[in-house]
């Protein structure tokens, strides 16, 4: 029978005795070339889920996979597809005890490992409004996946500070983050990986150990800034580990104990994904000295002072020695661009500075959550890249509620920090370039020099990266906005063609 016969008859059928019995998902991910991963859930008692799936091509016969949900994860299921075929377009529906939903969909396949052509993919973080009009744009990019870096929802807000302290609490975050309007629908033909940031791990800029937080206020016309670090039980990030373990369709992940970094890979690409929470040893005040004689703040890291830690940082070094990908791409959830020293910097020269609400501090301790803020660590990972002729390394990142770019003469490695995708604003290099300007600090363009939200343009708008590889030509990176328009794109030429 011919193809599109039988899909249609699919259709039809579905449509005439189906009824919606998965109440979240799907939600794809964990795809390779030949495998992925799907997060269902149904309220339907004793159910059995079964996914029919079926290639895109003329010959290819719909094959089933099943599974039951797990009463103790929210009644969700997270099922395992193997042995498909590379680059390849699979239409999948869903029985539940049986009976179709109205649900169906369609997912592509990695190219093959090595592979080389032209492959898109999009980047984002950072959703808390109702805009999301991102999710109607990505998929006219016909991207393989979207790579989240965190911030899908604010569970430490939306829900409670302490979400993270049972796990009927964990399981509404989840259910929370595949509720999202739009989203859930693109997620059912876009496969999705991610990496928590702060607000959707235990919350509050958390490390392992505590919550970071900073507060400023005037006394006696001097501007008091302090830091605080509220500690929170250890069962609250176990939680919140093992949630990501259970309730989302992840790639295998290298240490549990140690967070959920992990790597995957994409063709001739190779992505190797850090957690920049769970192994966070040390407070973020630790990074600041306090003056009691001029009274005020040093910015001075002490010896060891790590945002990542030694096992992840050994496992990132070892895994891209052995990386024959012609691109390698770092994903974190906070930037990794060393110039962001300049703004820690500033916020220490202007920390008495306060304006409408606005205290030059403030700088300093935001940026002092990036990997700038980490100087030791950061650098001895510079040098290991040089000392091991290591290249074609790009950088995605999220957490800044803007989205800017640099082709890596400021920021060491070229990166695509692509963080608006649903924000209450995204002024953030708008307002530093002005500060810049009349405090004579530093330069934007000399901290993100390839563009972005306020940045050679007056577009605030919401918006995500796009990645597109191409071959081992280039990569070019772009940030575009709700309205499907580009607000800022430019190459990275590969080693090799340079
Ligand atoms: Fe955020």
Redesign the pocket.
């Known amino acids: 029978m011919h193809r599109v016969g039988l899909v249609l008859i699919l259709v039809v059928i579905s449509f005439t005795s189906t009824a919606q019995f998965i109440t979240h998902g799907p939600v794809i991910g964990a795809v390779t070339d030949s495998s992925a991963r799907m997060y269902l859930r149904t309220t339907i008692p004793n159910a059995q889920l079964t996914l029919e799936l079926v290639a895109d091509d003329p010959f290819s016969i719909p094959f089933k996979v099943s599974a039951s949900p797990v009463p103790r994860n929210d009644s969700s299921v997270v099922l395992g597809i193997e042995q498909l075929s590379s680059n390849t377009e699979y239409h999948y529906r869903i029985f539940v005890n049986q009976k179709p939903d109205t649900i169906a969909g369609s997912f592509r396949t990695f190219p093959a490992v090595g592979e080389k052509g032209e492959f898109t993919f999009v980047t984002g973080?950072?959703q808390?409004t109702e805009n999301m009009k991102v999710f109607d744009v990505m998929p006219l990019h016909n991207p393989y996946f979207l790579m989240h870096t965190?911030?899908y929802t604010?569970p430490d807000y939306q829900i409670a500070p302490d979400y993270s302290s049972t796990w009927d609490g964990m399981a509404l975050s989840y259910r929370k983050r595949y509720d999202e309007k739009e989203m859930k629908y693109m997620l059912r033909s876009v496969p999705i990986d991610y990496v928590y940031?702060?607000?959707d791990y235990v919350g509050g800029s958390g490390g392992r150990f505590c919550k970071n937080d900073w507060k400023a206020h005037k006394e006696n016309g001097r501007v008091v800034n302090e830091m605080f670090a509220p500690e929170f039980p250890p069962f609250w990030r176990r939680n919140t580990i093992k949630g990501y373990d259970e309730f989302f369709p992840h790639y295998p992940l290298v240490d549990t104990s140690e967070g959920i970094y992990h790597s995957f890979k994409f063709g001739n690409a190779e992505f190797f994904v850090i957690d920049r929470n769970s192994a966070k040893d040390r407070p973020n005040k630790d990074g600041f000295v306090y003056d009691e004689k001029k009274k005020k703040w040093r910015w001075d890291p002490p010896e060891g002072y790590a945002l990542f830690g030694k096992k992840q940082m050994d496992w990132l070094k070892k895994s891209l020695k052995e990386s024959d990908a012609d691109w390698k791409f770092i994903v974190s959830g906070v930037p990794l661009n060393g110039a962001c020293e300049k703004l820690i910097h500033a916020g220490v020269k202007i920390q008495n500075m306060s304006m409408k609400g606005f205290y030059g501090f403030h700088m300093a301790w935001g940026f002092s959550q990036y990997w700038a803020g980490f100087p030791e660590e950061r650098n001895d990972f510079m040098q290991f890249l040089e000392d091991n002729d290591i290249n074609d390394v790009i950088v995605i990142s999220?957490?800044t509620?803007h989205n800017v770019m640099d082709d890596g003469s400021n920021a060491g490695l070229p990166e695509l920090n692509a963080?608006g995708l649903s924000?209450t604003g995204t002024e953030l290099a708008y307002y530093l370039k002005l500060i810049g300007t009349f405090t004579f600090q530093y330069r934007m363009k000399k901290i993100w020099n390839q563009g972005g939200n306020g940045l050679g343009t007056k577009n605030l708008k919401n918006a995500f990266g796009k990645v597109s590889i191409v071959n081992d030509d280039y990569v070019e990176l772009s940030i575009i906005d709700e309205d499907n328009a580009v607000i800022s794109s430019f190459q990275v030429p590969h080693s090799s063609k340079k």
Do not use: I, K, L, T
Request: a negative charge; charged letters at 35%; proline letters at 0%.
């Open positions: 973080s950072c808390e965190g911030d604010y940031d702060d607000n999220g957490d509620h963080s924000v």
